[in-house]
């Protein structure tokens, strides 16, 4: 998964606790966008940036806020956790020469 | 509405066994498809990709899949199946255009018996 770090990798927190996902890129890629992963559910959007300055919602953006001040990174912040989120979220880029999609390693969290 | 149905949640196939897995895909324009694969664990590792051309597309460690466009399915095969295939295995469909929206199937997931 080179060219696309997410941290951390592992975060237990309790209900209402605060937190922010970190996603950064060095490949200087304009699409960048955050996955939740949860059993029989495949992948699923939760928000999406096009570039510096621009977001949008996903699929499931309730509960999490983005944004982009710079192409490098990403990050996904979650204001008041709920155990519904606990997940393993995936942070993503677009390749757009070759169409292809690099994913992050991933961050596992719980919360309690 | 856009979506991706993998009909299969769970396969189990013998090692050295053939191996077809189903993508069906419901998309208003022309679209992109792609198969990952995702070890426990693990993150997602690009298999195959198409957008156009040969319909028959070949990805790495011996996987192949086919569009079809009439059928709206891209599968994913495999002649012989290696017990390190295990693993879990999703289908997504995207745009063209620079949104980049990828949507994902359910996953898949193969049991490689021994």
């Known amino acids: 998964n080179a060219g696309v770090t997410q941290t951390p990798k592992f975060q237990v927190l309790k209900t209402g606790q605060s937190m922010t996902l970190q996603c950064a890129q060095d490949?200087?890629?304009?699409?960048m966008s955050w996955y939740r992963q949860d059993p029989g559910m495949g992948l699923r959007l939760i928000h999406y940036?096009?570039?510096?300055?621009?977001?949008d919602q996903g699929e499931v953006p309730n509960g999490y806020n983005v944004s982009r001040s710079t192409t490098e990174d990403f990050p996904l912040r979650l204001l008041s956790a709920a155990p519904s989120q606990t997940s393993v979220y995936f942070c993503a880029i677009r390749d757009l020469l070759n169409y292809g999609y690099t994913f992050g390693s991933g961050t596992r969290l719980t919360v309690v | 509405a856009q979506s991706v149905t993998q009909p299969d949640i769970h396969i189990t196939v013998s090692e050295g066994a053939s191996l077809e897995l189903r993508c069906n895909y419901s998309y208003g324009a022309t679209p992109y498809l792609f198969w990952y694969v995702q070890s426990p664990g693990q993150g997602l590792q690009l298999l195959l990709k198409?957008?156009?051309?040969?319909?028959l597309v070949q990805g790495i460690k011996g996987f192949e899949a086919e569009f079809k466009r009439s059928q709206s399915s891209f599968n994913l095969r495999k002649p012989s199946v290696h017990w390190s295939d295990a693993a879990e295995y999703f289908c997504?469909?995207?745009?063209?255009?620079?949104?980049?929206?990828?949507?994902f199937g359910q996953g898949t997931t193969l049991q490689v018996k021994p």
């Open positions: 198409y957008f156009s051309g040969d319909t």
């Open positions: 490949m200087n890629h304009e699409y």
């Open positions: 940036s096009v570039g510096a300055g621009i977001t």
């Open positions: 997504a469909v995207g745009p063209s255009s620079n949104t980049g929206k990828l949507i």
